[in-house]
């Protein structure tokens, strides 16, 4: 039977988020955050389109200033909903955020670590408590900052940034996600700051699915129930990454688990809110749904019956009524049985959903950001012409992200990566290694196919 995790409540500005309220739903914009008219406009779309929460990125001092501008725009304009500021590289500005944001991210992997090179990195056990020092340094008046100013703030731990550190002591493995937030935590609690949520997000669904059940284990463990906002990173655009993200939030979710939720598409951030609605709606349906899958196991194969007249709800009802039994390999075939579907859409489902499981792949995978102010190029024209290039490629992992804040992590992940490294200027990778750099972007995509070409000619 479907019970939601009770967690503590945060409070962000006007709303909360755990405790008895109702799962909050939010999206990032992608407009340069130094324009205030752009930002002003997307965050109004996507709280018209039912966002409860905006978030946008804070580069630099400059960005960060000028979210005081944005926020005071919008409530000029009747807007009161929270704005987020989302800072990596430099704790400074999350400083300067937490005095005109509701609520402010920072990312474990490059708050005070390093960004992260995939070096290993020896310590003895007092130079690692050493570098937990520097990090409570620059915390602890982050914390009292945001005590000061009622800001809230988000520990947003991504697989793909992780940094060295924590990579050398615990591997790039669930373990060393949630240590990388647990350091944060404790500093929180010692400090007696409660405004906090969390969120481990990665692209491959099987580990952010496991990774959130185990800090879900270690929080209880040490009597800590912050409230849990979830996300599958660069799932994509699409029916793929509409899937995916169903997958694997649609599998937190009918466990009870999660507070807060984004659907991450490489398209018009205004465009998740809708998929993201239907998710927090379906939670009930899709824990019958999946008790009854769970149920009809039998020579490996889940049958799914379900009826929906609307294709993209259906989809996703499935994706999310099944995500679980697959992460956690119950079976490894699946079968869809709707009267709404030919046995060619079946079938596609069916394969669509494996896929994002990571239990079958029927097609090339794309691994690709959802853009923010950031981005370094044309995203969604880029990712169109790399998938009509190789979408005949089978089982090939590509990833296309807009600058180097998850880049060259969740290139780990993928065979190829095509990464934003500056203005007009694009760095190429295969897996870990990056082969090409700063190259121009009018360049890029062409050196990329030639990279896959002559990687698969040899």
């Known amino acids: 039977m479907y019970r939601r995790r009770l967690s503590t409540e945060t409070r962000v500005g006007t709303i909360g988020i755990g405790g008895q309220n109702p799962i909050r739903i939010q999206s990032m914009g992608t407009v340069d955050t130094n324009d205030t008219e752009g930002c002003v406009a997307q965050a109004k779309r996507i709280i018209d389109a039912g966002g409860e929460l905006v978030r946008f990125t804070t580069q630099g001092t400059r960005e960060a200033e000028n979210m ?24 400074h500005v999350a400083d300067i955020a937490a005095l005109y944001c509701e609520k402010v991210r920072i990312n474990p992997g490059n708050y005070v670590d390093p960004g992260r090179t995939f070096k290993h990195l020896e310590y003895t056990d007092e130079e690692y408590a050493a570098e937990l020092k520097k990090i409570e340094a620059k915390l602890v008046p982050f914390l009292n900052i945001c005590r000061e100013h009622h800001t809230a703030i988000r520990i947003g731990v991504n697989h793909g940034s992780l940094s060295d550190r924590i990579m050398s002591r615990y591997g790039d493995t669930p373990a060393g996600i949630v240590e990388s937030c647990m350091e944060f935590l404790r500093i929180c609690r010692r400090e007696q700051f409660d405004d906090v949520v969390i969120s481990i997000k990665a692209s491959n669904t099987v580990v952010m699915v496991q990774t959130v059940r185990l800090l879900v284990e270690t929080m209880d463990r040490e009597q800590m129930h912050y409230p849990l906002h979830l996300g599958v990173t660069e799932a994509g655009e699409g029916e793929d990454g509409r899937i995916k993200s169903a997958v694997g939030i649609g599998a937190l979710l009918t466990e009870g688990i ?8 490489s398209e018009e951030p205004e465009a998740e809110i809708p998929v993201a609605r239907l998710l927090v709606d379906s939670i009930e349906e899709c824990a019958r749904l999946r008790a009854e899958a769970e149920a009809s196991i039998a020579n490996d194969t889940i049958t799914l019956s379900i009826e929906e007249p609307d294709l993209e709800t259906l989809q996703l009802k499935a994706a999310m009524a099944v995500g679980a039994l697959l992460i956690d390999q119950k079976a490894h075939q699946l079968v869809i ?40 190029y044309d995203l969604r024209t880029t990712i169109a012409r790399i998938k009509e290039a190789t979408s005949h490629l089978v089982g090939l992992k590509i990833g296309i992200m807009g600058c180097i804040v998850n880049g060259p992590g969740e290139m780990a992940d993928a065979d190829y990566g095509y990464v934003g490294a500056g203005r007009g200027k694009i760095s190429l990778y295969r897996r870990k290694e990056c082969v090409a750099k700063t190259i121009p972007e009018d360049e890029a995509v062409e050196r990329l196919l030639e990279l896959i070409r002559n990687d698969r000619e040899q």
Do not use: M, N
Request: hydrophobic share 40%; net charge positive; charged share 20%.
């Open 337 to 376: 049985r709707s009267s709404s579907l030919t046995e060619t859409q079946a079938v596609a489902l069916a394969d669509a959903i494996l896929q994002a499981a990571r239990i079958k792949f029927t097609k090339t995978e794309y691994i690709s950001c959802p853009g923010c102010g950031r981005t370094l």
């Open 68 to 91: 005081q501008h944005i926020s005071a725009r919008l409530k000029a304009d009747g807007y009161q909903q929270p704005l987020v500021a989302d800072v990596h590289f430099t704790a």
């Open 258 to 265: 999660g507070d807060t939720i984004r659907v991450s598409l």
